[in-house]
């Protein structure tokens, strides 16, 4: 590796791998969604909602926690990687947490809380 003629393909490789653990979770979105029996127009709706907005839907039970993180990285996972303005991800600990949130939030039926909040 002591030459950097090496770096681009090093670079793409792992730009390459990254790329496949990414697209992964598509089919994994797609499903969350359609088991949400959402209309692709409410989908559309719930990504131009406001905070406010969004957290009276989760409050209210309307949406859940997982439900946003797949709609929110199923658009990242297509129009974020065309425009390419994706940096980071970890839907793995995102999904875990989601869920979490939603089981709490069902069983506490507490609002308008973080997982910071003391009991």
Request: charge should be neutral.
């Amino acid at each position: 590796m002591g030459n950097n003629q090496d770096f681009p393909q090093i670079r793409r490789d792992t730009l390459n791998k990254r790329l496949d653990q990414f697209l992964k979770f598509i089919p994994l979105f797609q499903q969350i969604i359609i088991e949400s029996k959402l209309s692709p127009e409410q989908v559309e709706d719930i990504t131009r909602m406001s905070m406010v907005r969004i957290v009276d839907c989760l409050n209210s039970g309307k949406i859940t926690s997982e439900l946003l993180i797949a709609i929110f990285g199923l658009r990242a996972a297509t129009i974020g990687r065309e425009y390419c303005i994706i940096t980071e991800d970890n839907f793995n600990y995102a999904l875990k947490t989601a869920r979490v949130c939603d089981e709490y939030r069902v069983k506490s039926g507490k609002r308008n809380w973080t997982l910071n909040d003391e009991e």
